[in-house]
T-cell receptor, first 114, second 116 residues
């Protein structure tokens, strides 16, 4: 079942902060975050594997609330290069085969203006 | 540099004319995926290979087939493309994940398919 992302689109000025949420009606075993720029392939940002886990690099970080079945991606002091569509992905099934698959949310389009 | 390569980058075909898209990887990853992505939508998994084991998604049309002759190469065959099959086709790879979380997926640049 596809996770739900919110908001669907965000427009910011450079230097502003953004939060993108990803939630699921099913239990989440992990959450993956990817960014896709227009006309390009998705690029991996990070995986969160455990409830309560937080990760980050540069000014992009994420948290994972396993009990609430949701994850949030935080972009701090946004840069022009952060523009793109952000997808969360959740595990697509059970077992070894399921662990390899991702079901992506519908995406959040982030536009950073100068 | 280790990478995922897709050929061609752009493919134009006629309605009903079979087409094959190719993907190769130098990452030596066990798992390879094919996704279909339509404009402003999320990538949708068509199938994946876990080593040689082929795993088809339940809602992938029979019109789509795949081959993985060896670890490095994977092909997507569309037997009779329809107008609705026009999309970006993304190939991705990952290491085998034994845990519940899965592993990072590395995407190729994609092949944009146009059906006339």
């Amino acid at each position: 079942q596809q996770p739900v992302q919110s908001p669907q689109a965000v427009i910011l000025r450079e230097g502003e902060d953004a939060v993108i949420n990803c939630s699921s009606s099913k239990a989440l075993y992990s959450v993956h975050w990817y960014r896709q720029k227009h006309g390009e392939a998705p690029v991996f940002l990070m995986i969160l594997l455990k409830g309560g886990e937080q990760k980050g690099h540069d000014k992009i970080s994420a948290s994972f609330n396993e009990k609430k079945q949701q994850s949030s991606l935080y972009l701090t002091a946004s840069q022009l290069s952060y523009s793109g569509t952000y997808f969360c992905g959740t595990r697509g099934g059970l077992g070894i085969q399921g662990a390899q698959k991702l079901v992506f949310g519908q995406g959040t389009r982030l536009t950073i203006n100068p | 540099d280790a990478m995922v390569i897709q050929n061609p980058r752009y493919q134009v075909t006629q309605f009903g004319k079979p087409v094959t898209l190719s993907c190769s990887q130098t990452l030596n990853h066990n798992v390879m995926y094919w996704y279909q992505q339509k404009s402003s939508q999320a990538p949708k998994l068509l199938f994946h290979y876990y080593d040689k084991d082929f795993n088809n998604e339940a809602d992938t049309p029979d019109n789509f087939q795949s081959r993985r002759p060896n670890t490095s190469f994977c092909f997507l065959d569309i037997r009779s493309p329809g107008l609705g099959d026009a999309a970006m086709y993304l190939c991705a790879t990952s290491r085998r994940s034994f845990g519940q979380g899965g592993d990072e997926q590395f995407f190729g640049p994609g092949t944009r398919l146009t059906v006339l």
